[in-house]
């Protein structure tokens, strides 16, 4: 997903003679979908064996940094939302996210990259110096195939051009997952997960108990208010700059979205998340309206 913090515009329609994508109902949702795709990864359980299994190694147990982890480097500097942030007993680090929309000209390369440079500057900022950096493994899991190359799985890591073999040793590692790329040459559990995503029957064990979830997921009425909520303010949203089309009307109706959301009692972490801005600041704006 990756959809400025959350995909939930998903099927086109018709308005005024223009072809626009509509939010999603709640009940059309998927694993593709970057909002049911972070819940079912809170499933620890199940977010961990996925790790496991896609860079085959063993964890002894992981830890979500933050209820949704936002990487702010400073007050000017636009925020990364990560899909899953995770890191283990080790200190190795994890994103995990989904992505439905093929970006042009390099354009998810360059988010990797980005998205690395964030992670580690995270990193820094609690104290610790560069030689210190831990490894981190930044994880697309994709619709479609990011190199055509017809691969279901690319993995890089920074290696020398001139001597074959000789890696620079930084322990930053990028994977895309081709959802599209059945091989025997994936780990069966991996290769049964790529099919699930791209909408085939889940079989196997660890494919069926994301199922479950999925369904325990979907039958929460705490989480489907909380989607439905960000849903009409998204569309609201979305419709306003349609009309206005003007940066300070968008800024007014983020604005607007964010008290109406403090209103109905979203939790402050997830309307930071979705409205790009920081926790400290949607707690100011709460206490200056006496919403906190």
């Given amino acids: 997903m990756h959809c400025q913090g959350v995909q939930l515009f ?15 109902d709640w009940e ?17 359980r199940l977010c961990q064996y996925l790790i496991e299994k896609i860079l085959q190694i063993k964890i002894a147990d992981i830890t ?7 990487i702010d480097i400073r007050l000017d500097s636009k925020s990364v939302r990560l899909d899953v942030y995770v890191q283990d007993d080790t200190g190795r680090v994890f994103n995990i996210e989904m992505q439905c929309t093929d970006e042009q000209d390099s354009g998810l390369a360059k ?20 030689n210190k950096l831990r490894p981190s493994y930044i994880i697309f899991i994709c619709t479609f195939d990011a190199f055509d190359a017809g691969l279901p799985m690319y993995t890089f890591r920074n ?57 325990r997921v979907k039958e929460h009425k705490e989480t489907r208010r909380e989607y439905m909520t960000l849903a009409m303010e998204l569309e609201r949203q979305r419709q306003f700059g349609r009309e206005e089309g003007r940066e300070e009307g968008r ?14 009692g ?17 707690t100011e704006l709460g206490k200056k309206n006496h919403l906190l």
């Fill in 159 to 215: 290696r020398c051009i001139e001597t074959e073999g000789l890696e620079l040793g930084d322990e930053g590692t990028k994977i895309f997952l081709n959802s599209k790329g059945d091989s025997d040459t994936l780990d069966p559990d991996v290769r049964a997960f790529l099919r699930y995503v791209d909408g085939k029957a889940a079989e196997g064990a660890f494919v069926k108990a994301v199922e479950r979830e999925v369904i």
């Fill in 28 to 44: 059309e949702l998927t694993i593709q979908d970057n909002f049911l795709f972070q819940k079912v990864m809170r499933n620890k």
């Fill in 251 to 264: 800024e007014e109706e983020r604005l607007q979205m964010i008290l109406a959301m403090l209103k109905d």
């Fill in 64 to 70: 979500y940094p933050d209820t949704e982890k936002a």
């Fill in 266 to 282: 979203v939790a402050k972490e997830t309307i930071a998340k979705y409205a790009r801005v920081s926790v400290e600041y949607i």
């Fill in 111 to 130: 988010r990797t990259r980005y998205y690395q440079a964030m992670i580690d500057m995270d990193m820094l900022k609690k104290g610790e110096v560069y």
């Fill in 10 to 24: 998903g099927i086109l329609q018709i308005e005024g003679g223009e072809a626009v994508k509509r939010i999603k």
